[in-house]
């Protein structure tokens, strides 16, 4: 009975492992087919585009802010979905990997692309000017609230090494500051973004902060029935 029982547990793991390959594949085979699709509809375009002009680096940082963003958004989703109970359904020790590994590499890009910006010869920056809010030339607003909340999802991110040091409720009360960056950075893409007015990305800025606010109302209400 123990034998039959440890081989049905072998068959059920050997089948979920075959479930996932077979998914990373199917993902991966997408990826590749979108990314040469791309590649042959407008590879030729961005690479005359490159060379015919001096903004490389403004290009790059427009391009990093996105996916920046992107990640940010994943990594706020992710927690959310811990928060509320609505990701039972999943491994909750993977979507918390993904909440916290997201949210790190979401800072990442953001540093990148305001730092890349020092390359530019015609912004002409300073690296204070990259790190101190109000310190841009122009759009300081915009700018500078997108520098704010970068410095929170930076503390929020890396709160996750000092949580034994600084306790579970202090943290979780630190945390808090995630919706705060992400507020501000939501306002960021929208007043300085110029590829914010492209309609796929109006859309995906529009339906991913309609997500991130009705999950966040819905752990609102959940904590009103809770008190």
Not at 30 to 40: E, P, Q, T
Not at 195 to 222: C, G, I, K, W
Request: overall charge positive; charged content about 10%.
């Amino acid at each position: 009975m123990h034998t039959d029982n440890l081989t049905h547990s072998q068959a059920t793991s050997n089948t979920s492992l075959l479930v996932q390959v077979m998914w990373i594949v199917l993902i991966l085979s997408i990826a590749i087919g979108v990314g040469s699709y791309m590649l042959l509809m407008w590879g030729e375009t961005v690479s005359q585009l490159l060379t015919a002009t001096d903004k490389h680096f403004w290009y790059l940082s427009r391009a990093s802010g996105v996916i920046a963003y992107a990640l940010f958004w994943l990594a706020v989703v992710f927690g959310l979905l811990l928060s509320t109970r609505l990701g039972k359904h999943f491994n909750a020790a993977r979507v918390f990997a993904l909440h916290q590994y997201l949210s790190l590499i979401a800072v990442g890009f953001a540093a990148f692309h305001a730092g890349i910006l020092l390359a530019d010869n015609y912004l002409n920056l300073h690296i204070w000017q990259i790190l101190v809010p109000f310190g841009f030339q122009t759009d300081r607003v915009g700018v500078a609230l997108g520098q704010m909340g970068f410095w929170l999802l930076f503390i929020c991110a890396f709160s996750f090494y000092i949580k034994k040091y600084i306790g579970q409720s202090v943290w979780r009360w630190l945390h808090f500051l995630t919706f705060t960056a992400y507020m501000l950075i939501s306002i960021h893409v929208f007043m300085v973004g110029s590829d914010s007015r492209a309609l796929p990305l109006l859309l995906f800025y529009a339906s991913s902060q309609t997500l991130v606010f009705v999950l966040t109302s819905y752990r609102l209400l959940m904590m009103k029935q809770v008190k």
